[in-house]
């Protein structure tokens, strides 16, 4: 079956425009998580969303970024005001369980490779 | 809060030659852990996995990682490298909480 996507696979912005980068999590996975990926750092995590709800912001690196969910399905993350620090990989991932269970695993996207110049 | 070390950046090595990928983490309680690996223009994919039950855990390819309790571990190893071994290895951890905490990484290169 069709895994997780993300569009666009690239992205090359202006220092203070903004992106939106979407993912499609695999159809019936109600976990989503978002990380970002950035060179010799390994993946740091942004947010977890469970159906259309955030309980777990507290990767997000400032209020410039943002998420939402809608329809348990589709993730747009947007970055307001881009930075040339902001320049990463960001990877969307799906989970098929929620709730208290976390043992399930978690599928990657291919990723959104931004660029701010 | 949960932390991952992994201990090698970059790891060389010639084919058939066995391979350890340290690991290590930093939470007092019952955790998961997990090796992911990363091939060149691919996306992340789990290779294994340890939950409860047996600490010698097998995976694909013929990678197999050992959870020790009493070290904080959870070594990757390999007996017999392959050129096609050549990726990126991301050892994580979940210790009750919704999300994965990853380490940064080990890039290995396997020369034919």
């Known amino acids: 079956g069709a895994g997780v996507s993300q569009s666009p696979s690239n992205k090359v912005t202006e220092k203070g425009k903004d992106v939106e980068l979407r993912c499609d999590p695999i159809?019936?996975?109600?976990?989503l998580y978002w990380y970002r990926q950035s060179l010799g750092q390994g993946l740091e995590f942004l947010i977890y969303?469970?159906?259309?709800?955030?309980?777990?912001k507290s990767g997000l690196p400032s209020d410039r970024f943002s998420a939402e969910r809608t329809g348990g399905s589709v993730s747009t993350l947007t970055i307001q005001r881009t930075q040339q620090e902001d320049s990463a990989v960001y990877l969307c991932a799906s989970r098929q369980s929620g709730g208290l269970d976390f043992t399930g695993e978690q599928y990657f996207g291919p990723g959104t490779r931004l660029t701010v110049t | 809060a949960q932390s991952v070390s992994q201990h090698n950046h970059h790891v060389i090595l010639s084919e058939a030659a066995s391979l350890e990928l340290g690991c290590n983490y930093s939470?007092?309680?019952?955790?998961?852990l997990f090796w992911y690996v990363q091939y060149p223009g691919q996306h992340l994919q789990l290779l294994l996995k340890?939950?409860?039950?047996?600490?010698l855990v097998k995976g694909i390819k013929g990678f197999e990682a050992e959870f020790i309790k009493s070290k904080f571990s959870f070594n990757l190893r390999k007996p017999s490298v392959q050129w096609s071994d050549t990726a990126e290895y991301f050892c994580?951890?979940?210790?009750?909480?919704?999300?994965?905490?990853f380490g940064k990484g080990t890039m290995l290169l396997v020369s034919p």
């Open positions: 159809s019936g996975h109600t976990a």
């Open positions: 939470y007092g309680g019952t955790v998961n």
């Open positions: 994580a951890v979940n210790a009750g909480y919704s999300t994965l905490t």
């Open positions: 340890y939950f409860s039950g047996d600490p």
């Open positions: 969303f469970q159906g259309n709800s955030a309980p777990d």
